[in-house]
């Protein structure tokens, strides 16, 4: 990929990744085909089932279309976890005369350039704060809702880098800062032991962490900024940087924090109901709105051409009520993974004090997060099922390792041992996320740890630079130019 001609400590906007893909799929050719002609686009898939031995996938090409069957001995399912946009359900919605928008949808809206001029944007996260600074910036007057019943604000870092490190995101992504996190995916050794069983290394920890949080305050100034609205305040997380319950983002204008504290009224309240250009806060505030946009991510879903049965023997998640033989097993082992978890990481028996969601899902129960428990059976894999920082590197090690694995090049553990396995990452998860941790498969502060994980089951080591580089460089894409060909060139010596 070539560097972008517009970067912010050497990060770039995303419409850049999106040119560089839509030329990927192009030129690079397999055996003389492109992967935009391998690719089926419009396709629904309705069904997938294994019978005899073979997978079985129907489904139609766009609508009105006639139906496909495939037939196949192995199956990826890479659908991902970001094609629901999660839409509230408000009272009075349709009375209400403007338009209603996803993030999903901002991009491609005429909202910056239309004659609309009050603008609400819903939700607490990055996106929601990406279209107040956009709709600011266009010239809009702004409102920025976030409910009083959620998780709160996120905590937005500074994308500054410090050092060798050209951006904050690089030093978030090296070995070194990975051990100050309590994750069952880093290396487990003196250090780590130190760091997160000792009272000395507890304070260490807990200093960095709380310098962390004391930068981004300190950024923001949320009670000292000159000339910000009264309401600017209300930005503040909810708990601190560690949990990471409340989301994170990385500030990619060096004016946000002004332009936010200058012209944005910010609300911490649910929304009452709405009338015809006019929304209604529970605390009693009414908010002239031409335009509703909702920054309010997407609904966590498993694939629904699976049948409710199907969810659970493959590990994935379905509602908590379902009828399930092995519930009983889960709670058992789910039971003893938790005093596990906090025998080794004493720090997560005291969360902070949260607003705890309603569960209505299981867990994942994949291990590594993508495989179903069997005996030998490696004809089904699931891929990009995991909440990362950077989607990119997961990506690229769970594709090496899922060849592996359906190329039965993979060792794995016993039944047994994958289910305990699966609810000691699951109970872990729980304690070290919260609420982002509740369904397994968030791995906010451990991208570094679990793909290392990954290739080190495959026995690749080419990514590795020396001890001293491998500690304090941060982990980039460039590292993984040879991973791949590793790889292959063991399974032609094989």
Known sequence: MIRPPETLHELYDAK?????????????????????????????????????????????????????????????????????????????????????????????????????????????????????????????????????SGSGPAAFLSSEGRGRYKNSAELGVTRIVSTFTPSLFTPQNWWTWFLHRTTLGGWITNWIWNTADKVSYEAANFDGRA???????????????????????????PDFWQTVAQNVQVH???????????????????????????????????????????????????????????????TKLQEEADHQVLAQFPKLANPPTYHKKPIANTPYRLYNLMVPIHDDDHSIIFLGHVLVPNAFRAAECQAIWATAYLDEQVPLPSVEDMQKEIALTNAWNRRRYLNNGEAGNYLNYDLVGY????????????????????????????????????????????
């Open 16 to 148: 850049y990744v999106a040119e560089y893909l839509e030329k990927y799929v192009d030129e690079f050719k397999y055996e003389g085909r492109s992967l935009r002609d391998r690719t089926i686009f419009g396709f629904t898939v309705t069904k997938v089932e294994k019978t005899d031995g073979k997978w079985t996938v129907h489904g139609y090409e766009g609508e009105g279309k006639a139906a496909h069957v495939f037939h196949t001995s192995k199956v990826i399912i890479s659908s991902g976890l970001t094609s629901k946009p999660r839409m509230p359900v408000l009272p009075g919605q349709e009375n209400f005369k403007g338009p209603i928008l996803h993030q999903r949808d901002f991009g491609q809206s005429s909202v910056l350039t239309s004659s609309d001029k009050h603008i609400t944007v819903l939700g607490g996260a990055k996106s929601a704060a990406d279209m107040v600074y956009a709709c600011v910036k266009a010239g809009k007057s702004v409102s920025w809702v976030i409910r009083s």
């Open 451 to 494: 793909t290392d994980r990954l290739l080190g089951e495959l026995g690749l080591s080419c990514h590795g630079k020396g001890w001293f580089e491998d500690l304090f460089a941060p982990c980039k894409a460039s590292d993984f130019k040879g991973p791949k060909m590793e790889y292959l060139e063991r399974m032609k010596r094989m």
């Open 227 to 253: 000339e910000a609205q009264e309401s600017f305040k209300e930005l503040k997380p909810d708990t601190i940087i560690f949990w990471a319950n409340d989301t994170l983002g990385l500030i990619q204008h």
């Open 268 to 330: 911490r309240s649910d929304i009452l109901g709405l009338s015809e250009h006019l929304i209604r806060l529970k605390d009693g505030t009414s908010i002239p709105t031409d335009v509703l946009l909702c920054g309010t991510g997407w609904t966590p879903s498993s694939p629904s051409f699976f049948s409710p049965t199907q969810l659970a023997q493959l590990g994935l998640p379905h509602p908590i009520d379902q009828p399930d033989h092995e519930n009983a097993l889960w």
